[in-house]
């Protein structure tokens, strides 16, 4: 199914009207060779007084929008429609000196991917550097089959509890309790693979199930914003992990952007200043569904359109 439609509506609600500072949205997904945007429209109600497109240091598309006006409700209303041609596991193909753990990464690379190998997060007992090595063989391991065995044992042996609130558990506290979010785990395999070496990247964009109707009801952490890993391995460059679904590989997964941490890439971010005890709830809803090669590029009344990609 490689053409898709995809609906992300996030609404804030107030119990009387409040002022809006600065907001910070990213859910444009990213070009690639595996998915290509065909349309765009982003629906922001109130109506900014400015909105502006940036690229980050990551090359992520960022849209900056500043209001003039209070409101109730303040509500972001993305529409994309993509083609995309999900590289699947058998594609990967790693260069010989990197088949097999423990490898070095070439000369040419390791300057770019430093800060990837940096440690984010305090692990004064190992604990994470302890959880990691029970994936390595005597000798020297598979390079591919150790990070597919720890995203499969993310996703067998840990238990997926969703939760709204903001903000994500530490790595160590993931380990402990043994339960998280897609975020949650993606942090825990981020710190894994870094403590054994590997340059990593945090992940947020969607998941759907291609063998469905493109919703994502067959797969776990559908209906909202989703979060995974990237991996660097020589002859492949960056490739997923999903250890909330055991996915290897962009198959199901849409990219939205990509971080160093997770902190980087907040899908919408931004404050409000009203009466303390203003804000009721936050609303979020995901859909992924199949699409006709062809689209109707007319945009509703107040819709701010981008142009086809």
Not at 77 to 94: G, K, N, T, W
Not at 202 to 224: H, K, L, Q
Request: glycine fraction near 8%.
């Amino acid at each position: 199914m490689p053409f898709l439609n995809l609906s992300h509506v996030t609404t804030y609600t107030y119990r009387q009207p409040v002022s809006f500072g600065e907001h910070r949205i990213m859910v444009r997904p990213r070009e690639s060779y595996d998915q290509h945007l065909l349309a765009a429209t982003l629906h922001i109600d109130p109506e900014p007084v400015e909105l502006r497109w940036l690229q980050d240091v990551f090359g992520n598309s960022v849209a900056i929008a500043t209001f003039d006006r209070q409101a109730t409700r303040l509500s972001f209303d993305s529409r994309i429609h993509l083609h995309h041609a999900p590289a699947e596991i058998e594609h990967v193909d790693i260069e010989d000196y990197a088949r097999s753990y423990p490898f070095t990464y070439s000369s040419e690379d390791m300057p770019d991917l430093l800060r990837s190998i940096e440690r984010q997060h305090l692990d004064p007992l190992r604990q994470i550097d302890g959880w990691a090595r029970r994936f390595l063989q005597d000798g020297r391991t598979d390079t591919l089959a150790l990070l597919t065995e720890m995203t499969t044992a993310i996703r067998r042996e840990f238990t997926y509890v969703p939760r709204a609130e903001k903000g994500t558990q530490t790595p160590i506290e993931t380990l402990s309790r043994r339960k998280g979010t897609c975020r949650d785990y993606a942090m825990l395999m981020i710190e894994a693979v870094r403590a054994l070496g590997f340059a990593a990247r945090f992940v947020s964009g969607y998941v759907y199930d291609p063998a469905g109707s493109g919703r994502s009801s067959g797969v776990v952490g559908g209906g909202n914003t989703h979060a995974w890993v990237r991996v660097y391995l020589p002859g492949s460059g960056w490739v997923e992990f999903d250890p909330t679904n055991g996915i290897i590989g962009s198959r199901g997964l849409i990219r939205v952007a990509i971080a160093r941490d997770i902190y980087q890439a907040v899908p919408i971010s931004g404050t409000w200043s009203g009466f303390p005890g203003s804000f009721i709830d936050m609303d979020v809803a995901v859909v992924v569904d199949t699409a006709p090669t062809q689209i109707d590029h007319a945009a509703p009344a107040g819709t701010m359109m981008e142009e086809p990609a």
